[in-house]
């Protein structure tokens, strides 16, 4: 490849280049543009916080709404930790479940569990229309922070 001796070629091709890796920041910075807590389920609960935890399976093919309901959590800005029941044990999620006083067997996901104080205050399970998501945080008038 022969060098560019026009300068207005290189100049062209400097100005392309900035607006590209300006543009790859702005995709990488947009993108994480989620309000996913990274605190724990558990960090909630001893410190009688209020949250809103997303219980999800990140594995399509044992939850197929679990990536609608999260799509709509992120698009509307909400705050939320998420649980990921792919990334734990069983022993874990039912554990987990219990601490919030919530019987794993009438549970499913994907949900929101509401939780005041450090403790469970409603749930919202296997949720299949992001419309009651909104219904839901009305009704008990969550604040997203």
């Known amino acids: 490849m022969k060098w560019i001796k026009n300068?207005?070629?290189?100049?062209?091709?400097?100005?392309?280049?900035?607006i590209l890796i300006i543009g790859t920041i702005l995709i990488i910075i947009f993108s994480g543009n989620r309000k996913e807590n990274i605190k724990s389920v558990e960090e909630i609960i001893s410190q009688n916080e209020e949250s809103i935890i997303f219980v999800n399976n990140?594995?399509?093919?044992k939850c197929k709404n679990c990536q609608k309901i999260k799509r709509y959590l992120d698009k509307n800005k909400m705050?939320?930790?998420?649980?990921?029941?792919?990334?734990?044990?069983?022993?874990?999620y039912i554990e987990m479940l219990q601490s919030l006083s919530i019987n794993p067997n009438s549970f499913h996901y994907p949900a929101i569990i509401y939780v005041k104080n450090g403790k469970a205050y409603a749930d919202l399970i296997n949720i299949k229309d992001p419309d009651k998501i909104e219904k839901f945080i009305k009704k008990y008038d969550i604040k997203s922070k």
Do not use: F
Request: glycine share 0%; charged share 35%.
């Open 7 to 18: 300068k207005n070629e290189r100049m062209i091709l400097v100005v392309v280049s900035i």
């Open 58 to 61: 990140s594995d399509s093919k």
């Open 79 to 92: 705050t939320y930790v998420l649980y990921d029941v792919r990334k734990h044990t069983n022993d874990e």
